[in-house]
């Protein structure tokens, strides 16, 4: 009778990066490329040295491997290696909990820190931008509204740009209680500055580049007179305190290309949807009725053409995804991908560099009061 082989559970590898040259041959060996152990052993190339390698440093002298075939299949496997050994890290519990990890902790307060003075820059050159659009804003004897198909169609409703900023408001709450709970709150909120900056700071240029005529005739925009610099800089900070919303009391004309009420539902609505669980349809659906409907009123109290809000919309969620597509990716990164996201992405590349293998999971608790009731996605 044949004997049946047992099956067993094999030894666990330890984490690459921890490997001997003597591993780093054997492993070679496993996947069917021994005849380069030698030159691996002669070059040193222990398991950190080896996750650091990467296509090019094959072709290239000391290694200087002849044959294509074997150049791709080592890469591919290193690939894979890496991506092995970011996982082993997170449950051997390796970086799997930034919140406990006190050097990480305080970089990423640091990063926090960096994001909020980028994003108080932003607002400020946002309202000295609004100052000088309010001072080249189309004088309405001469530029009447341009055609719109949703203006020209739709009556004014008075009271929708209040209740816009309403609803932006919000959803600025239920994103700052999503903050309170989360347990990666630093870094949600470090990525929500960010991006928010950078959405904002685009605004500027399309500002300055191109005024349209204003969309409504019930709007009173004159020309802004300011002779001194320090005028026009009182008026720019008055803007900034009152973040350019009409519930602080604050009027502004000119600032058309793009929509800032817009941007601001838009980001706040992915936020909420990415960091809150994915189980949670329903309550998905009506944060993005909150947005649509915001959108809807900026449309129907005629403050913005509908292409105002269709550019806000697509900027604004494009650079979201970008930079959540590439802050996923970064742990896997080979050192000359990350070379490229830093020349390319610099904000992604210093905001997410301590982001861990395996992202941020939606872990819920509440700091200081009951750390022990947790809630994961």
């Known amino acids: ?8 559970v094999s030894k666990a590898m330890p984490p690459a990066n ?4 003597g591993e780093v041959g054997r492993w070679l060996s496993s996947k069917g490329l021994g005849e380069y152990c030698r030159l691996f ?18 072709r290239k002298p000391p290694l200087s491997m002849p044959k294509v075939g074997d150049i791709k299949k080592i890469a591919k496997n290193i690939d894979t290696l890496r991506e092995q050994d970011a996982v082993t890290s997170c449950l051997a519990g390796q970086s799997a909990n930034p919140i406990s990890d006190k050097g990480t902790r305080s970089r990423q307060l640091v990063r926090l820190v960096a994001a909020a003075a980028y994003c108080c820059l932003s607002i400020f050159t946002t309202s000295f931008s609004l100052v000088a659009a309010h001072e080249r804003v189309p004088h309405t004897d001469y530029y009447p509204p341009l055609p719109d198909l949703f203006l020209d169609n739709v009556p004014r409703i008075p009271w929708a740009f209040a209740a816009s900023e309403v609803f932006i408001l919000s959803l600025g709450g239920i994103l700052i209680a999503l903050l309170v709970v989360h347990r990666a709150r630093i ?22 580049a191109t005024s349209l005529s204003v969309p409504g005739a019930h709007l009173e925009c004159q020309q802004l007179q300011l002779s001194s610099f320090q005028e026009k800089l009182d008026r720019a900070l ?8 009409t519930v602080f009391g604050v009027e502004t004309c000119g600032d058309y290309m793009f929509s800032g009420h817009c941007t601001g539902l838009t980001l706040l609505a992915c936020f909420i949807c990415e960091y809150t669980p994915a189980s949670w349809a329903g309550f998905h ?34 650079v979201f995804a970008y930079y959540h597509s590439l802050a996923y990716q970064v742990s896997t990164m080979t050192p000359s991908q990350w070379k490229r996201l830093g020349m390319w992405f610099p904000l992604v590349a210093y ?15 509440i700091p200081y009061f009951a750390k022990n009731i947790r809630y994961e996605d």
Not at 18 to 21: C, I, Q
Not at 355 to 361: D, F, I, V
Request: proline fraction near 2%.
């Open 1 to 8: 009778k044949k004997k049946k082989k047992k099956m067993g």
């Open 18 to 21: 921890t490997w001997s040259v």
């Open 41 to 58: 052993e002669e070059q040193k190339v222990d398991g950190e040295a080896l996750l650091m390698l990467v296509e090019d440093d094959f």
């Open 187 to 208: 870094a949600i909120l470090t990525r929500f500055l960010a991006i928010s900056a950078t959405v904002f700071l685009l605004r500027c240029v399309t500002m300055l």
């Open 238 to 245: 008055t803007i900034m305190m009152g973040l350019g919303s």
């Open 285 to 318: 659906r009506i944060i993005w009725m909150l947005c649509v409907f915001g959108i809807f009123c900026i449309l129907a109290a005629h403050e913005h053409y509908s292409i105002d809000c269709f550019v806000g919309f697509y900027i604004s969620s494009r």
């Open 351 to 365: 905001f997410e560099r301590y982001t861990p293998p395996n992202g941020y999971s939606n872990t819920y608790d």
